[in-house]
């Protein structure tokens, strides 16, 4: 019996060290998910860069459309008055 | 879309770039501009995977077991750096087997030094001296190409490479400080892997046809002819210092450029080893072959047991 | 005590030079190229942990030997690896089942290993064994893989752990060595790993659909030095460079 079936295509994501989030670190091929999990761990933490992985198989992931982003991010741009310096404070008010 | 329109977009997306813009996989791209991305970083891709042949070839051989885990992790190293590069290129559309597929049918390319064989222990010195020196002088200014997947691999590439050219001058060193037998064997190794890694950096400006396309989408950020200058006028001095003679009698130095002159490259060998007439074309395509179909029944087996274990899973959720 | 102390060091060492030699071999070679770099890591963490005890033995030996000499300097009768880790990269089937059934042993022998009264050997033990866990895991995740994948696969992981079944046993074999340096609880004893070891190697094997060899009869040599064929071409590369150019510096 052969497959013609290859590889899936996986996300890896990893935490460099407890207090950070995982960080998406690149991509590999494994066959399942344990296996992407192991391959993660040998292609992308042999110098140490990890203390936990996370995996996804890249079709899991629904991504933006870039064509959106006019109604998707632009909208946010001119919403000052969520920021801080949006409001204006007496000189002597030093730390607010 | 209306042929005002991709002209239209095209412009804009030059601009993008030339504004230091990253471009990233699901943004629109001229295809022109995909499929040289497509191009450029599955030949890097291939390249380092074909490069770990000429290398891997020591391995058991190494001279000390300090020097084996340093080949080993640099081999390694290389087939790392492969597959960030496939996963790069990937996002552009095309999968890894597709890329295989045009490597083994001889469709795409990979460089040419490859295709020299490593006939000594000094040969693997000269290859991380030489060879990733040549290579990091490529690959730097990758780093900040507009292609946003292809500069982030590249950078965990440069930073990891870091190690190999050092290896490489380090096992020249002590060669060149060792017995005559040994100097001589580092000498050899020089004088055969200089001009193809001279050449390793590409046809001269006049005859290199990508160069200025290339620039402008900062896949290249200076002229194979800069870089080889570049090259020559960092590693000569590397030489002199450890004894070893560059192997070109036209070499000296040329006050008023503040650079090297140096001898005639044989063109005609490097065409003839880029049409696959190298020394060691066929047998770096046979094993690449041989390595994939060979593992074929073990990735199949993986897939059909990966899809056991998925199936018995739901069956267990039922 | 001193010879049997490095006498038995070499026993160990041994097995991870020759296995990690062995898997090396593959760089470049595997599958796929993430099986590529997984195999590498493990041939890098065998040689790392080689180095260590080398570097012992020769602390012990105290002749002016280095970890190279005694690495790459011995005939072929005074290597004493057992001989399942000498067998040849015959296919990807061989590679995965020679590594798993050393490693369900490896895990236990340096389990016990981390309890020896040598503190060098203990710390040893204790950095190695976590590599070990994580090769012991991928070799038996490749067992399940290939075991109950397709019917090729199958068929070639069962005989592959046919054919290597028949080096199992000597791992149970007691050295002179070995039998000093347990009585000075420094050694481990592992006549006593053996039941524990069938009954993990068992396990896996039933969960991968692989039938559990019968054959009774048993290889055994790499101990006293006595070799299969293949372990003097391994050797040939393993020393050429030392060999053909004596006493020098690399």
Avoid at chain 3, 170 to 180: P, R, S, V, Y
Wanted: charged fraction near 30%; aromatic fraction near 10%; proline fraction near 3%.
């Amino acid at each position: 019996m052969t497959t013609t079936k290859n590889w899936p295509l996986w996300e890896v994501f990893v935490r460099s060290k407890n207090g950070l989030e995982h960080r998406h670190f690149g991509s590999l091929h494994a066959a399942d998910a344990d296996m992407a999990l192991e391959n993660a761990r040998d292609v992308y933490t042999r110098r140490n860069e990890g203390v936990s992985i996370w995996v996804v198989e890249s079709k899991n992931i629904t991504a933006s459309n870039p064509e959106h982003n006019g109604e998707m991010f632009e909208p946010a741009k001119d919403k000052v008055y969520r920021h801080p310096t949006f409001y204006e404070l007496p000189d002597e008010v030093k730390y607010m | 879309m209306s042929e005002e329109q991709i002209r239209n977009l095209e412009k804009q997306f030059e601009e993008r770039i030339a504004r230091d813009e990253k471009i990233e996989p699901k943004d629109w791209m001229p295809e022109k501009y995909r499929q040289t991305h497509i191009r450029q970083m599955s030949q890097h891709a291939h390249s380092e995977v074909v490069g770990m042949l000429p290398e891997g070839n020591w391995i058991t051989r190494a001279p000390s077991l300090r020097r084996k885990v340093a080949l080993l992790a640099k081999v390694q190293d290389e087939a790392g750096h492969g597959l960030y590069l496939y996963s790069a290129t990937e996002t552009l559309g095309i999968s890894r087997e597709e890329m295989y597929e045009q490597l083994h049918t001889g469709k795409a390319k990979y460089s040419s030094i490859f295709n020299y064989p490593t006939i000594t222990w000094a040969d693997i010195g000269a290859i991380g001296w030489l060879v990733d020196g040549a290579a990091i002088i490529n690959q730097v200014p990758l780093c900040s190409t507009s292609f946003g997947p292809y500069a982030r691999a590249m950078v965990r590439v440069c930073k990891e490479e870091s190690f190999h050219q050092r290896q490489g001058y380090e096992i020249m060193i002590k060669l060149s400080s060792g017995t005559p037998e040994q100097k001589e064997m580092a000498q050899d190794a020089l004088n055969r892997w200089w001009w193809p890694s001279l050449m390793m950096l590409g046809p001269t400006d006049a005859e290199s046809v990508h160069t200025e396309q290339s620039m402008k989408w900062k896949l290249k950020r200076k002229s194979n002819d800069e870089l080889r200058q570049q090259f020559i006028d960092q590693t000569v001095p590397q030489a002199d210092l450890i004894g070893l003679t560059i192997p070109d009698p036209d070499l000296k130095w040329n006050e008023e450029r503040g650079s090297y002159d140096f001898g005639e490259i044989d063109w005609d060998e490097f065409w003839q080893v880029v049409k696959g007439h190298g020394p060691m074309n066929k047998e770096r395509m046979k094993a690449r072959v041989g390595a994939w179909e060979r593992g074929e029944w073990v990735r199949d087996a993986a897939m059909a047991h990966a899809e056991k274990k998925a199936e018995r899973k739901e069956k267990e959720a039922v | 005590m001193k010879k049997s102390l490095y006498n038995y060091i070499l026993g160990i060492a041994d097995n991870s030079l020759i296995l990690g030699q062995r898997i090396g071999e593959l760089c470049g070679h595997g599958p796929s190229l993430e099986t590529d770099i997984a195999c590498t890591n493990i041939s890098l963490d065998l040689l790392g942990q080689v180095r260590s005890y080398y570097q012992y033995a020769a602390k012990i030996a105290g002749d002016g030997r280095t970890e190279d000499d005694i690495a790459m300097l011995r005939k072929e009768r005074e290597y004493v690896n057992v001989l399942l880790v000498e067998q040849p990269n015959t296919d990807f089937a061989y590679t995965m089942a020679r590594h798993f059934l050393f490693d369900e042993y490896h895990l236990l022998f340096l389990t016990e290993l981390k309890k020896s009264k040598d503190m060098t050997l203990a710390a040893i033990a204790t950095k190695c064994i976590k590599e070990v866990r994580y090769h012991q895991r991928f070799s038996s995740d490749w067992i399940r893989r290939l075991g109950d994948g397709t019917e090729e696969s199958q068929n070639r992981m069962q005989a592959a752990i046919d054919d290597l079944w028949t080096y199992t046993d000597e791992l149970f074999h007691q050295t002179d060595a070995d039998k000093a340096m347990v009585s000075e609880g420094i050694g481990v004893d592992v006549t006593k790993l053996k039941n524990a070891y069938y009954e993990k190697v068992n396990t896996v094997l039933e969960e991968s659909t692989l039938t559990i060899p019968e054959s009774k009869y048993f290889q055994k040599g790499g101990k006293m030095g006595i070799h299969t064929e293949h372990m003097g071409f391994l050797l040939a590369e393993l020393q050429y460079m030392q060999r053909t150019y004596p006493n020098m510096e690399w």
